[in-house]
């Protein structure tokens, strides 16, 4: 199953928000659906993001084209309002901004470079999450490995069936390396335990669902070998902005020395920005902390505060591996530098 699909004239994408009980294709047909699509996390992961953003703009073209003509300045409004639909994974301003490369050209020079974006995104992560495994084998000698992952960074986050940091866990299994997977469930909106669990059952791979809590205590009783996730944006220093809780897991995994390592494609650098301090963090509603899964669960007034991303300093990381680096805090074995 492809995570998104162009189909000539509409972006087809699994619904995230039905998973894992429903697999249901939504067929997104104008710019209002995509973008809602986007903040409702139907489409999710910055690498999906980054397609999502390009099939955008192809979408828009597609639609402001009449008589042969085709109103940029309409395409820009429309591809300024997709960019802006999340604000911490750069991947989805990047998307946009390579399809609006070509605006120029016309609708069809815009569709094809939105299709070498899409086509691209699995060869890229299949690199960078391979480079990932050589650099774990060689940091972890003892195996199978037990490796712990928060979030979702599989082929669900990307547009085809490889992920980043879930797809070194493929890459890993794939190499007999693998002795279970310790999954987050990643609140408040469960992408561990709906859609992690979900990948790594499909593709036969042992684990076990934790509360996000129970992390730390886990490193301590020696419980985990290395633990991988993906990223939204990378700041020029390393810095690192993931899903809410990864900042926690860096510090428990450098205070017990296990190997944190973020597996992400290149578009996910944002050379912009100095430090990982000028990223913009999403803040989202209050209601998806007071409940679980659509069920209230805390007094329906209760105040909430719902951040959906942190920071992870560069130096609390082992290692950031992309399809063409790896950027590593410390000396690492001359194969994998
Ligand atoms: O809010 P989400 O589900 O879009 O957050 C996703 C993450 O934080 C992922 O870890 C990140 O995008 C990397 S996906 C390869």
């Known amino acids: 199953m492809q995570t998104l699909h162009w189909d000539g004239s509409v972006i087809k994408a699994i619904d995230q928000c039905l998973l894992p009980h429903q697999e249901v ?8 659906g995509l973008i809602a699509a986007i903040q409702r996390l139907a489409i999710r992961g910055a690498p999906a993001l980054g397609v999502a953003g390009a099939l955008g703009v192809a979408l828009s073209a597609r639609l402001r084209t009449g008589d042969g003509r085709l109103d940029e300045e309409a395409v820009r409004a429309d591809a300024e309002r997709i960019a802006s639909a999340r604000p911490t994974a750069v991947n989805l301003r990047w998307g946009v901004t390579r399809a609006l490369s070509v605006l120029s050209e016309g609708a069809a020079a815009v569709e094809a470079e939105a299709l070498r974006v899409l086509e691209e995104d699995e060869r890229v992560n299949h690199d960078a999450s391979s480079r990932a495994a050589d650099l774990i084998i060689d940091l972890c000698p003892s195996r199978p490995l037990r490796v712990l992952t928060h979030c979702n960074a599989g082929g669900l986050a990307t547009a085809g069936k490889w992920g980043t940091a879930l797809g070194a866990v493929f890459e890993l299994a794939a190499r007999g390396a ?22 790594l059952g499909r593709a ?15 490193m301590k009783r020696g419980l985990v070998d290395c633990v991988i996730v993906g990223a939204d944006r990378i700041a020029a220093n390393g810095d690192v902005a993931n899903k809410i809780g990864t900042y926690s897991l860096a510090v428990n995994a450098a205070h017990h020395r296990i190997p944190m390592i973020v597996v992400a494609p290149e578009s996910t650098v944002d050379e912009e920005l100095a430090d990982g301090d000028l990223i913009v963090i999403e803040e989202r509603a209050a209601d ?7 069920v209230l669960v805390a007094p329906a007034d209760a105040e909430a505060f719902n951040p959906a991303f942190d920071v992870t300093p560069a130096e609390l ?21």
């Not at 669902?209 to 730390?216: I, K, N, P, W, Y």
């Not at 990381?317 to 530098?337: G, Y």
């Open 25 to 32: 294709v939504l067929s997104l047909d104008d710019v209002d």
């Open 288 to 294: 998806e902390v007071r409940s679980a899964h659509g």
């Open 317 to 337: 990381l082992t290692a950031v591996v992309t399809e063409r680096r790896v950027m590593a805090r410390a000396a690492l074995p001359a194969r994998v530098r």
């Open 178 to 199: 693998v002795e279970s997977v310790v999954v987050d469930e990643t609140r408040p909106l469960l992408q561990g335990a709906r859609l992690t669990a979900w990948e």
């Open 204 to 218: 036969g791979i042992p684990y076990r669902l934790c509360v996000d809590s129970a992390a730390a205590s886990l």
